[in-house]
Each structure stands twice: as structure tokens, then as C-alpha cells.
């Protein structure tokens, strides 16, 4: 049974840093894809940053340079440390996992960026 559980959230001036953990079990890591999403108020939940099985990341267009996702492979986590952080940036952060070969995906149950001064 695969579980998520994010950790890392909370609330930061512009300009700052944080940094999310996601917490798996039941995921083989070589099997999914895995990444961060997020939802601010009114718009739809994004993808904000993918690694793949073999490793691969990407990035949405608009935190390119800033942040960064990686896992840990021992400690089951996947990670977005997220640097130079805007008011745009704000909204619920998500950790998402989809078996390559079933197609279905896992959410965690998100936890909130809130960038203000």
C-alpha cells in the first residue's frame, strides 16, 4: 500500500528558503515517477517539479533555477528545496506518484508555502 506524508510547509518572507519532504512507503522508487505539485487559491494544481525512475528532473518554467527535487532512495524521501521563494510561489504543495507500469497515481495530503512579509 503506497502512503505519503509531506512535511516542510510553512511561512517565509520573500526571498527565502524551505525545504518539502515527502515521506514514502510502499513506492519502489525505479518503478514511478515521482514529483511536487501545488494548488494556490482559485487556480488549478500544478506540477511543479518531476524526477523519474532513472533520475531525470524537470521543472516547471516559472521555478527553473530555484528549485530543486531529489530522492533519497535509502530514506524512501523525495525533496523540493525551494530557494528564492515569491509571493506566487504560495499555495498548498502536493507530493504525487505515478507506477509506470499500472498508471496509477498516489497524492499525499499537501502541506502549505506561505510566502508573505
Known amino acids: 500500500q503506497v502512503q505519503l506524508v509531506e512535511s516542510g510547509g510553512g511561512l517565509v518572507q520573500p526571498g527565502g528558503s524551505l525545504r518539502l519532504s515527502c515521506a514514502t512507503s510502499?513506492?519502489?522508487?525505479?518503478?514511478?515517477?515521482m514529483g511536487w505539485y501545488r494548488q494556490a487559491p482559485g487556480k488549478q494544481r500544478e506540477l511543479v517539479a518531476a524526477?523519474?525512475?532513472?533520475?531525470?528532473?524537470n521543472y516547471a518554467q516559472s521555478v527553473k533555477g530555484r528549485f530543486t527535487i531529489s530522492r533519497d532512495i535509502a530514506k524512501n524521501t523525495v525533496d523540493l528545496q525551494m530557494n528564492g521563494l515569491k509571493p506566487e510561489d504560495m499555495a498548498v504543495y502536493y507530493c504525487?506518484?505515478?507506477?509506470?507500469?499500472?498508471?496509477?497515481?498516489?497524492w499525499g495530503q499537501g502541506t502549505q508555502v506561505t510566502v508573505s512579509s
Open positions: 504525487n506518484v505515478l507506477n509506470l507500469r499500472t498508471f496509477r497515481d498516489y
Open positions: 510502499g513506492v519502489t522508487f525505479s518503478l514511478y515517477t
Open positions: 524526477i523519474t525512475g532513472g533520475g531525470t528532473t
